[in-house]
């Protein structure tokens, strides 16, 4: 369901130029989940922002469902991060002045599309969140506030849930619970899953493993 072909990204020119994505190929099918892992500065995070429509490539194609990502104008590619990608940050994203549901809620309510009920309770008692329904983020642990971003991700039913380091400013019993919880939405809803991370022991929770190195991929292994 994903294709990355030829990929590549240039900041700079001249002496200053660096390749932070340089020709990187490789797929993902429905339902995988997949883990790419690299040190600071090896082009992870910029492939991921890449594959969500957020930073585009300098030149290479990600085709999403047959549907070359790139392509598209503007107004095109706004829809697409919206409807098609669900992004999961390290520091939650959440709206300070929305509680757990309306901030679960967003992604459809900014869609001008009907919420469903049925779906949006199923996300809540998943997510261990049916206490917590009114409260701010303010209000929550950090652990709770990571939940209320995995809700939101989901909630449109991505083609795609992209997490950038999804449990690096949690402690490790609320990080084991982010990736339990990640594990869960891949095999109970199907959901393809890629998840950048730093940390090899979490990367293990996936079927796959990416490891990149100076823009390059370096590695690709599936996990026994």
């Known amino acids: ?17 660096v390749n932070a994505l340089d020709n990187i190929n490789f797929s993902v099918n429905n339902g995988e989940f997949v883990a790419i892992v ?10 991921l922002h890449i594959l969500g429509g957020v ?22 590619l706004a829809i697409f991060r919206r409807r098609k990608v669900g992004l999961i940050y390290q520091f939650y994203n959440l709206i300070p002045t929305l509680n757990v549901i309306e901030n679960i809620s967003l992604p459809i309510e900014l ?15 998943i997510l261990g969140l049916r206490s917590r329904v009114s409260h701010l983020p303010n209000e929550l642990s950090g652990g709770q506030q990571q939940r209320v971003s995995i809700g939101r991700a989901l909630m449109n039913k991505p083609a795609l849930l992209l997490a950038d380091e999804p449990t690096g400013n949690l402690d490790s019993k609320a990080s084991n619970e982010i990736m339990e919880l990640l594990k869960l939405s891949n095999k109970k809803y199907n959901q393809t899953i890629i998840m950048i991370t730093h940390d090899l022991t979490l990367a293990r929770n996936a079927d796959r493993i990416i490891t990149i190195d100076d823009g390059k ?3 690709d292994e599936k996990v026994e």
């Open 38 to 47: 690299g040190s600071s500065g090896s082009g992870k995070s910029t492939l």
């Open 217 to 219: 991929i370096i590695n």
């Open 55 to 76: 930073d585009r490539p300098s030149s290479g194609k990600i085709i999403v469902n047959g549907e070359d990502v790139y392509k598209q104008n503007e107004s095109n």
């Open 111 to 125: 869609d001008g599309k009907k919420i469903d009920q049925e779906y949006l309770n199923e996300i809540i008692d």
């Open 1 to 17: 369901m994903l294709e990355v072909k030829n990929l590549c990204k240039t900041y700079g020119k001249g002496e200053t130029l």
